[in-house]
């Protein structure tokens, strides 16, 4: 079993930078590909973000592409999402995933396990 714990949402001007935290506990935790997806109001979960239990091969939505960054620290089983440039379409509720199950990473239904989510809310 897995716990996924997010953190470090909050409110910020459009153009202003956030960066968000997950840390994962459970003994295989660190071996998993871990991603992030986002929720906003009235609208399907989507693919943010993912990255590979040695750090390589990040992959990203094209719509944050090259505004966001997903690293991790497997010392400290914590993935980050650093989010620059941020637009008021940016706001949602961020979850964290791992355990990535397939190949199919931009689908939620291929991670096996989710954290409670952490609010990012871009003013305009």
């Known amino acids: 079993q897995v716990q996924l714990v997010e953190s470090g949402g909050g409110l910020v001007q459009a153009g202003g930078s956030l960066r968000i935290s997950c840390a994962a506990s459970?003994?295989?935790?660190?071996?998993?590909?871990m991603g992030w997806f986002r929720q906003a109001p009235g609208k399907e979960r989507e693919f943010v973000a993912r990255?590979?239990?040695?750090?390589?091969?990040?992959a990203y939505a094209d719509s944050v592409k090259g505004r966001f960054t997903i690293s991790r620290d497997s010392a400290k089983n914590t993935v980050y999402l650093q989010m620059n440039s941020l637009k008021p379409e940016d706001t949602a509720v961020y979850y964290c995933?791992?355990?990535?199950?397939?190949?199919?990473?931009?689908?939620?239904?291929?991670?096996?396990?989710w954290g409670q989510g952490t609010q990012v809310t871009v003013s305009s």
């Open positions: 995933a791992a355990n990535l199950r397939n190949n199919d990473y931009r689908s939620r239904t291929a991670w096996g396990y």
């Open positions: 459970g003994r295989t935790a660190s071996s998993y590909t």
């Open positions: 990255i590979d239990w040695s750090a390589g091969s990040p």
